[in-house]
């Protein structure tokens, strides 16, 4: 459009743009005042819509303003990528969803990125996808809340994007019959691929496993295995029946456990031994690092129980007491702990060792009679954690193995396996909410049966033994790993009873 009769006295000229946009008219104002000598100009907030433009230059040519008038056309964000599936606003259905777009008009890259919030990108980014135009997110959330996906599409070195919404599979459990198939396929891989061996605490973590999965499915020769290992080490302890040790006494869970299937007395005569010789030691400084809670904290409690005498469960809190207080290592600030007096007052928490402390609480609390004077701190400080995990898991369902930093940010399914457990566990006994803790396990759950356990039954991105944070691998498997995902499985399998 040329406009004539301008004014051609020097003064400033004010040029309104109006675009119909939706039915109605918005206007875009522009006027850069007098310029001087300068050859250039950048005019900001112009229209995306592709509607024309129209510029009119003005130069001082002797005393007059003479225009020269040029028509542009304003870049579209119609030109970018746009989502085709699925169907923008659909439902998605499960954890995994492949987005796909048609080509955008001269555009020469796209970036897909997925969020909790508009924008947001903590559930997946893409990258840059050249000119790709699909991406596959695995471990989406199921939890039926909304989902921001955002399409970005290079268009003259500009990202322009269209932004969408979609709603996340609702929360639905897998069946029984999918859960005691996941304890079976691991628990038969690792028996056909590993002898029993010796009594430590990491053959005794998995017999504890073992034992579980025997509860869970009923397998024979899941209890026939920790028999014959219990019998190779005649139900005794590494070090002798007299030791103290933590995880030499992790042995004495498997051990309590095979008594109450057999009612003999003699399978805890050894563990019996050795806690008894604590009880009537006035040496409470025996855990020095939090997977000591787990490896003989629930020695104490179903001794406690099986012979009657609440002896067992003040020497308990004592040992408890010292590595929780006077050692200082549980921080009630973020309701974690830390491993040992190295990593106290450290934003370092290892998965694994919170993961011991989660277990052995939830174990405690199974047989501990609630008029014990310390019950009430043992379950507060349990439900203070579950909170704690519950905000620290990632969206891919798996925690990582340092709960409180990046380092070895990725899957680690040891501390996911005690996790699931102590939550579950929590679930089953109705001291966690459902509405805030399920949707927790589901994703937990899903991570175990889509990606960590390979199609052999092999269990992976298992921390391999340390005091600490550290790599892992879709290969790297332990047995106290597959002991903590069994336990797990029990409890999701009484969860969907």
């Known amino acids: 459009m040329i406009v004539n009769g301008l004014?051609?006295?020097?003064?400033?000229?004010?040029?309104?743009?109006?675009?119909?946009i939706g039915g109605a008219w918005v206007p875009n104002a522009y006027t850069s005042g007098n310029l001087g000598?300068?050859?250039?100009?950048?005019?900001?907030?112009?229209?995306?819509?592709?509607?024309?433009?129209?510029?009119?230059?003005?130069?001082?040519?002797?005393?007059?303003?003479?225009?020269?008038?040029?028509?542009?056309?304003?870049?579209?964000?119609?030109?970018?990528?746009?989502?085709?599936?699925?169907?923008?606003?659909?439902?998605?259905?499960?954890?995994?969803?492949?987005?796909?777009w048609t080509a955008g008009a001269g555009a020469s890259a796209y970036w897909l990125v997925v969020g909790s919030t508009a924008g947001g990108d903590d559930y997946y980014s893409s990258g840059n996808l050249g000119l790709a135009q699909t991406t596959t997110l695995s471990s989406l959330l199921a939890n039926g809340s909304t989902i921001y996906v955002t399409l970005y599409s290079d268009v003259g070195g500009q990202w322009l994007n269209n932004a969408y919404?979609?709603?996340?599979?609702?929360?639905?459990?897998?069946?029984?019959?999918?859960?005691?198939?996941?304890?079976?396929?691991?628990?038969?891989?690792?028996?056909?691929?590993?002898?029993?061996?010796?009594?430590?605490?990491?053959?005794?973590?998995y017999f504890t496993?073992?034992?579980?999965?025997?509860?869970?499915?009923?397998?024979?020769?899941?209890?026939?295995?920790?028999?014959s290992w219990a019998t190779e080490h005649s139900y005794s302890l590494t070090g002798g029946n007299t030791t103290t040790y933590p995880n030499y006494q992790a042995a004495g869970q498997v051990y309590i456990r095979l008594y109450q299937l057999s009612n003999n007395s003699s399978d805890v005569s050894g563990i019996t031994e050795?806690?008894?010789?604590?009880?009537?030691?006035?040496?409470?400084?025996?855990?020095?690092?939090?997977?000591?809670?787990?490896?003989?904290?629930?020695?104490f409690a179903e001794l406690g129980s099986i012979h009657n005498n609440t002896n067992y469960y003040t020497k308990m809190y004592a040992l408890y007491s010292y590595t929780k207080y006077s050692l200082g290592l549980y921080d009630s600030t973020t309701g974690l702990w830390w491993e040992n007096s190295t990593y106290a007052n450290t934003s370092t928490y290892w998965s694994r060792g919170n993961g011991w402390v989660f277990a052995?609480?939830?174990?405690?609390?199974?047989?501990?009679?609630?008029?014990?004077?310390?019950?009430?701190?043992?379950?507060?400080?349990?439900?203070?954690?579950?909170?704690?995990?519950?905000?620290?898991?990632?969206?891919?369902?798996?925690?990582?193995?340092?709960?409180?930093?990046?380092?070895?940010?990725g899957p680690e399914s040891s501390g996911t396996s005690f996790f699931l457990y102590g939550l579950a566990w929590g679930l089953n006994n109705g001291i966690l909410d459902k509405t805030t803790y399920l949707p927790i396990v589901e994703q937990a759950w899903n991570f175990f049966v889509n990606t960590a356990i390979q199609p052999s039954g092999l269990l992976?991105?298992?921390?391999?033994?340390?005091?600490?944070?550290?790599?892992?691998?879709?290969?790297?498997?332990?047995?106290?790993?597959?002991?903590?995902?069994?336990?797990?499985?029990?409890?999701?399998a009484m969860l969907t009873q």
């Open 7 to 20: 004014p051609t006295n020097g003064s400033t000229l004010y040029v309104t743009l109006y675009s119909l």
């Open 209 to 227: 496993g073992d034992l579980a999965a025997y509860d869970a499915t009923g397998q024979a020769n899941y209890l026939s295995f920790a028999q």
């Open 360 to 409: 052995a609480h939830a174990k405690v609390l199974s047989v501990l009679p609630e008029s014990d004077p310390h019950y009430a701190e043992y379950l507060s400080t349990f439900t203070t954690m579950a909170q704690a995990l519950g905000a620290r898991q990632q969206p891919g369902g798996y925690w990582n193995s340092d709960l409180g930093g990046t380092d070895y940010a």
């Open 37 to 100: 000598n300068l050859l250039t100009v950048i005019v900001n907030g112009l229209p995306t819509n592709g509607s024309t433009l129209y510029v009119t230059l003005y130069s001082l040519i002797g005393g007059a303003w003479v225009p020269n008038a040029y028509t542009y056309t304003a870049v579209s964000a119609a030109a970018g990528g746009v989502i085709t599936t699925p169907t923008p606003g659909s439902t998605l259905s499960g954890s995994s969803v492949t987005f796909g």
């Open 274 to 299: 050795s806690i008894n010789g604590m009880v009537n030691s006035t040496v409470d400084n025996e855990w020095t690092w939090i997977d000591a809670i787990n490896m003989s904290m629930p020695d």
């Open 460 to 492: 992976g991105y298992v921390e391999p033994s340390g005091s600490g944070p550290g790599p892992t691998s879709a290969t790297t498997t332990e047995d106290f790993g597959v002991g903590a995902f069994l336990l797990a499985g029990r409890q999701m």
């Open 165 to 205: 919404t979609y709603v996340a599979d609702p929360l639905q459990l897998p069946s029984q019959a999918q859960i005691l198939g996941a304890i079976e396929t691991v628990n038969n891989y690792w028996i056909a691929n590993n002898a029993a061996g010796n009594s430590d605490w990491t053959q005794a973590t």
